[in-house]
């Protein structure tokens, strides 16, 4: 099994910043491919960032130059820094073990950033 929690959501006025946390627990964390994720009400959920084992990233072309994600090897932790916030950031941010179509799937509860104009 695998347990993500995350924390560090909160509200921030626009250009404020944020850094969330996904701390991971029953897995091989340094190996997994891990990704955030958001879901503002009424749209899909939508990948934000992934960061792979051998710490390249993947970053939204919407967050780009404004968000980054980096990983904690050590303390099974991962990071998303979040800057620049805009009010369209506004959402549910969920951090998740890419399981690239294998049957598991797990993520973390959730923590809401919401942003303020």
């Known amino acids: 099994q695998v347990q993500l929690v995350e924390s560090g959501g909160g509200l921030v006025q626009a250009g404020g910043s944020l850094r969330l946390s996904c701390a991971a627990s029953?897995?091989?964390?340094?190996?997994?491919?891990m990704g955030w994720y958001r879901q503002a009400p009424g749209k899909q959920r939508e990948l934000v960032a992934r960061i792979f084992s051998s710490g390249a990233t993947y970053v939204a072309d919407s967050v780009k130059g404004r968000f980054t994600v980096s990983r904690d090897n050590a303390k099974n932790t991962v990071y998303l820094q979040m800057n620049s916030l805009k009010p369209e950031d506004t959402a549910v941010y969920y951090c998740h073990l890419e399981n690239f179509g294998r049957p598991s799937d797990y993520w973390g509860q959730g923590t809401q950033v919401t942003v303020s104009s």
């Open positions: 029953g897995s091989t964390f340094s190996i997994n491919v």
